[in-house]
C-alpha cells in the first residue's frame, strides 16, 4: 500500500531564507506527483505537478525535485516571504485511476 | 473564470439527517474526486469518478453516496449512516492526456460540515 511522509510537520523560519520541505513515498511505481499550499480553512492551490519522466519542475521562487528510484521528492523555497506561510502537501498517483494520496503536510511559517 | 465550485461554504446537520454537498466543475474534465480533511489526519478519499454515469469507492466510502449525472457535476451526500460526519470536505477535478498521464488536479474551496 502506497504511503506518502512529509517531514518535518511544522517548520518556522526567519524570511528571506531559502528552504527544503521533503516528501517520501514508499511505492516508486507512480505516474505523477503534485505539491499543493493550503491557507488556514481554505482549498488547495496546486503549486508543481512533476510527471514520472520528469526530474524537477519550476514555477517562479518555487523549484520541485522527484527521484522515482528512491522515493523522494523535495519543493525548494528561494528567498522566503511571510505570505509562503501555509501548509504545503504532496501527492502522488500511484495509478491510472487519478487518485491521489496525500503526506499529512508540513506547516510552515515565515517570520518577518 | 475556470473552476471547481463547492456549495456550500459552511453546512450544519442534525443527527439522523441526510445532506448534500454540491461540487460543480466548468474545466470539462473528466474525474472528479471527494476528500474529506480532519485534523491531524491529512486528506482521505471518499468517492471518485473518472467518467459520467460511474464511480468507484474510495478508502472511507461508508455513509457517503455520490452520483455522476452529467460531466461538470459530482454531488456528495452524507447519510445518517455516516457516524462522525463533522469534517472539512473538499472536492478535485483533473482530465487524462491519455496514456495514464493526468493532469492537474485542482480543488474547490470546501464545505464545513458541522453536525449539531
Known amino acids: 500500500k502506497q504511503e506518502v511522509t512529509q517531514i518535518p510537520a511544522a517548520l518556522s523560519v526567519p524570511e528571506g531564507e531559502n528552504l527544503v520541505l521533503n516528501c517520501s513515498f514508499t511505492d516508486s511505481a507512480i505516474y505523477n506527483l503534485q505539491w499543493f499550499r493550503q491557507d488556514p480553512g481554505k482549498g488547495l492551490t496546486s503549486l508543481l505537478l512533476i510527471q514520472s519522466s520528469q526530474r524537477e519542475q519550476t514555477s517562479g521562487r518555487l523549484n520541485a525535485s522527484l527521484d522515482k528510484s528512491s522515493g523522494r521528492s523535495t519543493l525548494y523555497i528561494a528567498a522566503s516571504q511571510p505570505g509562503d506561510s501555509a501548509t504545503y502537501l504532496c501527492a502522488v498517483r500511484p495509478g491510472n485511476t487519478g487518485k491521489l494520496i496525500f503526506g499529512q503536510g508540513t506547516t510552515l511559517q515565515v517570520k518577518p | 473564470d475556470g473552476g471547481i465550485t463547492q456549495s456550500p461554504k459552511y453546512l450544519f446537520r442534525k443527527e439522523g439527517q441526510n445532506v448534500t454537498l454540491s461540487c460543480e466543475q466548468n474545466l470539462n474534465h473528466d474525474a472528479m474526486y471527494w476528500y474529506r480533511q480532519d485534523p491531524g489526519q491529512g486528506l482521505r478519499l471518499i468517492y471518485y469518478?473518472?467518467?459520467?454515469?460511474?464511480?468507484q469507492k474510495g478508502d472511507i466510502a461508508e455513509g457517503y453516496s455520490v452520483s455522476r449525472e452529467k460531466k461538470e457535476s459530482f454531488p456528495l451526500t452524507v447519510t445518517s449512516a455516516q457516524k462522525n460526519p463533522t469534517a472539512f470536505y473538499l472536492c478535485a477535478s483533473s482530465s487524462w492526456q491519455g496514456n495514464f498521464l493526468y493532469t492537474e488536479a485542482f480543488f474547490g474551496q470546501g464545505t464545513r460540515l458541522t453536525v449539531v
Open positions: 469518478s473518472q467518467i459520467v454515469n460511474d464511480f
